[in-house]
């Protein structure tokens, strides 16, 4: 079997469900064209601004599609082989991620562009709003932990491709770092001369492509420059990459984000583009098992089940609860009609399953015993990095694309996806902090800043070993479940908070189907797969319990009693046991004339 039938099929399936299914939650919602958007009604030209819809879709598919597309989908098809990963992947992004991603952009514009807490606050009470960003925070801070550490790998040590040419992570490193400074290079003239976007794009992308190809002739090799071990070469990117979620946090959009993720976007574009069209013209067959059984293969050792690890190792690329900060925190305050929120929220989750469909024909196309799935030991230990850089390589061969250029290409792609996430997680997490604290002034700033992205330090600089002197997992594996979890787990608040908006302003029995049931599903997934992270940690191998001296267990309790506390909040206010600020229904839900 060719993976060409794969690729096909799941775009026309999901294109479908874009016409189809994306037409009737559009209707349910009363999306209305001509109802002014908060970016029109409060158009500042700083925060609030109208962005036609091709281009806010660029900057909010960077946003979203960061490494989870790419992760997930690799270790879940490892794990458990390539059909329950593609299941997941075509469902949960049609009637989960999409659904999710749609509502909350909604509900967000039908509440003047505000975050997704303040209408959880709105519909249910101030505690659960607490709750909820108190939840949030812990999540961000996991989120940062994972992709710095993936990042900081991809810049260390080097991959010998089949042709003998040599992909180093310092060009990586170098390529990346031109690829920061080219953004704010754009964004200062965009706001200083009378560049147009359309020019700056059309100078900017190839200088970004240049980089790619100048990066690997000038690697930025930590190891030789410092003549210091891979490992603690590691742990000084790990370092730098988080002074510069600092710093970009601090800096104002208009310098680093906004262009940078319009850089992104193309970047994403181009990714995905490529490894599709190579796919569909390669002819590579299927290789990797279809599914190895409902308990997965061993990855360093260790064995995980289907049900509920399946549903939150592959979180971005089939629902992703970070997905909501995004529509809810920039997105909703730069979209120009109402209308336009299918094609950002309901199409962007659509195009990042593809994405993440992508990535899964990147294990697809290996044998069960390949080198790329096991480590110098012998031990089956995936490197999803160098598996998507490798296939997306292979793919791109076909358009006669040097393998050594798209390698490159392809690590750069999936270090820019994460890069959009680091920052935007540090900015939010400093938004989070000043909003329980009360502190707005710039020392709020700050301390909101630093406590974002230093907090990530103590898992990130951990000894490698553990007590009896054990090589521990790398620290991206050991944070990934949990991402994935306390991701889902967002991913199910916001459905909840959604629902519970939607219940008290429609009334509709449609709701407790289109939001209720993706909202159970989640919740009890998510909650089954922490619980099951946690709850071993509290008991030595006699059986007897124990407290754990390992923080991270303790994290995810805590995790779970806020995400159970909410829930009971939500039962109160839906049951009428707890009432909140009654809804303005005219400012929630628009009902066409």
Partial sequence: MSLLP????????????????????????????????PAVELNDGVDFEPIESKFLLSQHFSAIAA??????????GVAFGWVPALIWILI??????????????????????????????????????VLFLSFVW???????????????????????????????????????????????????????????????????????????WAGQLLPFDLESLLGVSRDNARRIWDVLLLVYCVV????????????????????????????????????????????????????LGQTQTLVPMLFITIACGACSGFHSLICSGTTSKQLAKETDAKTIGYGAM?????????????????????????????????QPNLIYALGIGSFLKVLHIPPHFGVSFALMAFTTFIYDTLDVCTRL???????????????????????TGGAPLYFLLQPGIDADGKALPPVWKVFWSLFGASNQLLAALTLLGVTVWLWRTRGERWVWFVTGIPTVLMYVMSTWALISMTWPKFFDKTGSFTAPS?????????????????????????????????????????VPA
Avoid at 97 to 103: A, E, N, P
Avoid at 141 to 167: C, K, P, S
């Fill in 6 to 37: 794969v690729v096909l099929l799941s775009a026309i399936v999901l294109s479908i469900a874009y016409v189809t299914y994306g037409r009737f939650l559009v209707r349910l919602l009363r999306l209305d064209p001509n109802k002014p958007t």
């Fill in 248 to 299: 970009a946090a601090i800096l104002p959009v208009w310098l680093l984000l906004q262009p940078r993720g319009h850089l992104g976007g193309y970047f994403l574009y181009v990714a995905l583009g490529g490894g599709a069209l190579g796919l569909i013209l390669g002819g590579d067959p299927v290789a990797y098992p279809a599914f190895t059984g409902f308990e997965s293969l061993p990855i």
């Fill in 429 to 451: 997490g400093r938004y989070i902090v000043q909003e329980l604290t009360g502190l707005q002034n710039r020392f709020g700033r700050w301390l909101g800043t630093v406590l």
């Fill in 550 to 590: 390992d923080v991270v267990p303790w994290i995810g309790v805590v995790l779970l009693v806020l995400a159970a506390l909410m829930l009971l909040e939500a039962i109160a206010v839906l049951t009428g046991g707890r009432s909140s600020t009654p809804p303005q229904t005219g400012e929630v839900m628009a």
């Fill in 67 to 76: 490494a989870g597309p790419i992760v997930g989908p690799i270790l879940a």
């Fill in 138 to 212: 812990i999540a961000l801070v996991y989120i940062i932990v994972a992709f710095t550490d993936l990042t900081a790998r991809a810049f260390i040590g080097q991959q010998t491709l089949e042709n003998g040419e040599v992909v180093t992570g310092g060009g990586i490193a170098t390529s990346s770092l031109m690829y920061l400074v080219l953004p704010i290079i754009m964004g200062w003239m965009l706001r200083y001369t009378k560049l147009s976007i359309g020019w700056a794009t059309a100078i900017f992308l190839p200088l970004v492509g240049l980089s790619i």
């Fill in 350 to 382: 659509l195009l990042e399953g593809m994405v993440a469909i992508v990535s899964l024909c990147c294990v697809m196309k290996l044998a069960v015993d390949a080198p790329v799935l096991f480590n110098k030991d012998g031990i089956r230990d995936p």
């Fill in 92 to 129: 949960g992004s049609i009637f989960i991620g999409g659904v999710h991603d749609l509502f909350s952009l909604t509900a967000s514009i039908r509440h003047k562009a505000r975050s997704i807490a303040e209408v959880v606050r709105d519909h249910m009470t101030r505690r659960s709003y």
